[in-house]
């Protein structure tokens, strides 16, 4: 016999509850500052039992002129779990896009949610100058496995997406796996 337990608005409002913030950690952080975030239920999550570590690159360009995505990056499980634990740093995430901006520099865009699993990808995040961005990827694990094995030289794409950037959605977007430099 099971026994089932109702779940009462209170335990819903704990749940949602926003996020507190506290000071960063005091000493040397390699010049990374990092945040002490009490994270909200459901916002972040990884069920990932592959490797799907390193940066995906798109084909072809994506995005509008001043705003061309580079990279998609994908951490390890200690990312994950240092992330969803709370600690965070503001230019570095376990998922993050890398946008091309005019003047040759870069804008990551980091999460304000993510669900991540062997067999996709999705993200939600904030780009001051564009607004929200969000990408929604499926993986194919068998490209995957090939590229990393050949260390992603000359291989069939890795994963294929669709992009929001504001107002502009892009779809059919397919990304080759690099393991970096």
């Given amino acids: 016999m099971r ?3 109702i779940l009462g608005p209170a335990l819903a409002t704990l749940t949602l509850a926003g996020c507190d913030l506290t000071k960063p950690p005091q000493g040397n952080n390699d010049d990374v500052a990092v945040e002490m975030v009490t994270p909200r239920g459901g916002a972040f999550s990884h069920s990932q039992t592959a490797d799907l570590s390193g940066y995906y690159l798109p084909v072809v360009p994506v995005g509008p002129d001043d705003f061309q995505l580079s990279s998609v990056f994908v951490g390890q499980a200690a990312e994950f779990g240092d992330w969803e634990a709370g600690k965070r740093s503001t230019t570095f995430a376990p998922v993050m ?3 091309s901006v005019p003047g040759e520099t870069t ?3 980091l999460p ?3 669900a991540v699993s062997d067999g996709r990808i999705r993200m939600t995040g904030t780009s001051p100058g564009h ?3 969000t990408f929604d990827a499926r993986l194919d694990q068998g490209a995957l496995s090939t590229a990393r094995r050949n260390l992603g030289e000359g291989e069939a794409p890795a994963m294929t997406a669709a992009i929001t950037i504001g107002a502009r959605s892009y779809t059919g977007i397919k990304f080759a796996w690099s393991g970096g430099d």
């Fill in 112 to 114: 304000d949610s993510y």
């Fill in 107 to 109: 804008e990551r865009v």
């Fill in 97 to 99: 896009l890398e946008f």
């Fill in 3 to 5: 026994t089932f337990f």
């Fill in 131 to 133: 607004g929200r961005v």
